[in-house]
């Protein structure tokens, strides 16, 4: 079992730059996939951001790609997600979740989730 905490959420202008955070606590860290789902103001559903898998191959929603990367320190429990020219659009609550693939059914455990808010 796994205990997510996400960190780094914040308010940034269109174009900017944030940098999330995601601490794990529990057992074989490293033999789960990670991800990292959005659900923004007003939606009930989390959307698929970027996963990566336990070998560290990384996949991303088209709406992010070429933006936003996510990596993973196994050393340290954490999965991050760089996130770069930052979109009014983006603005969500994030949230970090172990599972795999671009379903949020995948996904067994989830962090409380960090807010980001992008003005224009």
């Known amino acids: 079992q796994l205990q997510l905490a996400e960190s780094g959420g914040g308010l940034v202008q269109a174009g900017g730059s944030l940098r999330l955070s995601c601490s794990a606590s529990?057992?074989?860290?490293?033999?789960?996939?990670m991800g990292w789902f959005r659900q923004g103001p007003g939606l009930e559903r989390r959307e698929f951001v970027a996963g990566i898998r336990r070998t560290g191959d990384t996949y991303y929603a088209d709406s992010v790609k070429g933006r936003f990367a996510i990596s993973r320190d196994n050393d340290k429990n954490t999965v991050s997600l760089q996130m770069n020219s930052l979109k009014p659009e983006d603005t969500a609550a994030y949230y970090c979740?172990?599972?795999?693939?671009?379903?949020?059914?995948?996904?067994?455990?989830w962090g409380q989730g960090t807010q980001v808010t992008v003005s224009s």
């Open positions: 979740a172990a599972g795999v693939g671009t379903w949020s059914r995948n996904y067994s455990y």
């Open positions: 529990g057992r074989f860290f490293g033999t789960y996939g």
